[in-house]
């Protein structure tokens, strides 16, 4: 049938034929139709029923016939607007990994970031050289609760931004904040203050919400009011009257009838000693009432006390809830309600929650109540530093089993020096950030995070030297003068050269990113035995190309950051000379989003765009059709697309 389609000569009746015969499963025979400039407008029509190719190599079956010139006719204006907005419908196979580095080269326009897909999205929130600027984009384009968190924990995100996710975004982890190093303190405090207010309030609105379900159950006792006689409806009567005497309430609080009883612990005048004895009463109805009645005592007191006291012990769940709404429930009551796991979900959300039971859930199967357990335990933490030798205590030490524990002992401002010997140690960069940042790291340990592999960890240290000078005086004074003269622009070449030689890799990395160091010094900066240095050298414009293009070489696995950053000056400033170094990542053997990056890109070699100007893809002979590098050859032939929008790009292309 595809050989058939194929000729010149076939009929466009039998064309339509086709299209009505073949089903979404006959991709080969779709996909010669829609590539056919000869299919009439009849049988793309058709084609436009299909919802899916079930091919995801190529563009769906549907998209193409609409875009088809026989279909939508020529697009003379416009053009590159709609290629744009369609762009990002496409359905081309993403490699993740070749996705992500090219990425990182810089040459994934930013205008496709809504393109890529939501694994690449994750790795470049979750990465943590990617710019402020980027993640700012992300946050105003996303409403997916993985990738928000993603980006609240990312050091980069800025201050600006994370408020905003803070305040906004409910869906946002919150120990995502807790993590970033980048946020101080005294916000956590602050958002801590909101999100306990806020998760209480919910607590008591959700209750509301039952209450008024509850109230449809006044229609029944309506009913049941009529079954009344007329003497015990008198009763009822004189119970609801505000004006009756207590003498009276205290007689009507014995009454046999239930709904009597109900009325008096509900009547605002019943006297606390009746409510008290109500509140051992056999009817869960009337318990209810109680309570209802201690929803207006909003101060701790005996009363409140003695009365949840007598519930404590039910079986009834309503009654339980009610309990665990009042703010003012005591930690005690709260202890003695936590013996039955049924309620915990209930009770950690209580602001006298007891750490007992915070810390038992953070262990919990349940992973819904663990991590809630775990973000209302680090909001004590953080609203009340006082606690943290109680939770430490708990949890017997086992501090270097756990991440969250680890940042928390990171964060606590009296953290011993032992322990954060331990913990300048951790393969994690933000626990290393805030060791590096904390007050009571001593200076052996300051000083060997000065040459940490990560940029935020070299970063805070020095930060720490800077604010802490009187403590680090006798170790710090010639390390923050020399830090201090390379953020001099006009530093002289011969202090650079004699600073490149200096024995702190974050004074090395200085000078290899100085605008005036000259390039026989940063040509040996480049084989620094310190990665970051080596990046440096690869920023730097006065860096030689041969040097840069032996970074972007770089084969040892702990040095493959250099070998990102040459590549990416590469790609900026020498395109052509790029191009080899991308190959790897954009040559594959059908259409990925991958290759069309590359058939994008400004250094794209003519004989890559021709290779790949007949591809099953619309958005890769797009990018071939619009590139300066094409051949004219090729454009001559892409002017004839069946898709309207490559055609028009190759024409406007020949015209230059």
Not at 26 to 38: G, I, N, Q
Not at 287 to 315: G, H, Q, R
Not at 510 to 520: G, I, M, R, Y
């Amino acid at each position: 049938m595809v050989k058939l389609l194929e000729l010149d000569t076939i009929p466009t009746d039998w064309m339509v034929m086709a299209a009505n015969r073949n089903s979404k499963n006959d991709y080969p025979v779709l996909e010669t139709l829609v590539k056919s400039l000869r299919t009439p407008a009849s049988a793309l029509s058709k084609l436009l029923k299909i919802e899916d190719s079930g091919n995801k190599i190529g563009d769906t079956i549907a998209l193409s016939a609409q875009m088809h010139v026989n279909y939508a006719g020529e697009i003379t204006e416009g053009w590159e607007e709609a290629a744009k907005n369609l762009i990002s419908e496409c359905e081309l196979y993403c490699h993740d990994d070749s996705v992500f580095e090219l990425w990182k080269f810089g040459t994934i326009p930013k205008s496709l970031l809504g393109a890529l897909s939501h694994q690449v999205k994750l790795e470049i929130v979750d990465d943590l050289t990617i710019p402020a600027h980027t993640l700012e984009t992300l946050a105003k384009n996303t409403r997916s609760d993985s990738i928000l968190t993603k980006l609240a924990g990312n050091p980069n995100t800025p201050l600006s931004t994370i408020d905003k996710l803070a305040t906004t975004y409910n869906q946002v982890d919150f120990t995502a904040f807790i993590y970033n190093p980048t946020i101080p303190l005294s916000l956590l405090q602050k958002y801590c203050q909101q999100k306990s207010t806020a998760k209480f309030t919910n607590l008591i609105e959700l209750q509301k919400k039952r209450n008024l379900a509850n109230n449809k159950n006044q229609q029944v006792h309506t009913l049941e009011l009529k079954f009344l006689d007329t003497e015990s409806r008198e009763r009822y009567d004189i119970a609801c009257n505000l004006n009756t005497s207590i003498d009276i309430l205290k007689k009507l609080a014995e009454d046999q009838i239930w709904l009597i009883r109900k009325a008096v612990a509900l009547n605002p005048n019943t006297p606390i000693d009746i409510l008290d004895k109500l509140a051992e009463d056999s009817s869960s109805q009337v318990k209810d009432a109680v309570l209802e009645t201690c929803k207006n005592i909003f101060e701790k007191s005996e009363f409140l006390d003695s009365i949840f006291t007598k519930l404590v012990n039910t079986k009834d769940a309503s009654v339980i809830w009610q309990i665990v709404c009042h703010p003012c429930t005591a930690d005690n009551i709260l202890e003695k309600l936590a013996q039955d796991n049924k309620y915990y979900s209930w009770i950690i959300c209580h602001p006298n929650a007891p750490l007992q039971l915070l810390v038992k859930c953070i262990y919990d199967s349940n992973s819904k109540l663990k991590k809630e357990a775990l973000e209302l335990l680090w909001r004590k933490l953080l609203l009340n530093p006082k606690i943290f030798v109680d939770v430490m205590q708990i949890l017997k030490n086992s501090y270097l089993n756990k991440y969250d524990i680890k940042i928390a002992l990171a964060r606590y401002p009296n953290t011993s020096v032992e322990i954060l010997n331990d913990l300048a140690q951790d393969s994690d960069i933000r626990i290393r950030t805030l060791v590096a940042k904390h007050a009571n790291t001593s200076i052996e340990v300051l000083t060997n995070l000065l040459e940490d592999k990560d940029n935020h960890v070299r970063l805070a240290a020095i930060q720490n030297y800077q604010e802490n000078a009187d403590k680090y005086l006798t170790n710090s004074d010639k390390l923050l003068e020399n830090w201090q003269a390379l953020q001099n622009p006009k530093i002289s070449e011969s202090q650079l050269v004699r600073l490149a030689k200096h024995k702190n890799a974050i004074i090395r990395e200085a000078v290899a990113l100085h605008s005036n160091t000259p390039a026989d010094i940063l040509a040996k900066l480049a084989n620094d035995k310190h990665v970051a240095v080596r990046i440096g050298a690869a920023q730097n414009p006065n860096t030689p190309l041969d040097i840069i293009e032996k970074l972007a070489q770089t084969k040892t696995k702990k040095f493959q950051a250099a070998k990102t950053a040459a590549i990416k000056v590469l790609v900026i400033n020498y395109p052509e000379k790029a191009s080899l170094y991308l190959q790897t990542y954009i040559n594959t053997p059908t259409p990925s989003f991958s290759r069309f990056i590359g058939l994008l890109y400004v250094g794209a070699k003519s004989d890559f765009l021709a290779n790949n100007s007949d591809s099953l893809s619309w958005v890769e002979r797009y990018a071939v059709a619009q590139h300066l590098n094409t051949p004219q050859d090729i454009l001559s032939q892409l002017k004839n697309d069946p898709n309207r929008i490559v055609r028009a790009a190759a024409k406007a292309n020949l015209l230059h």
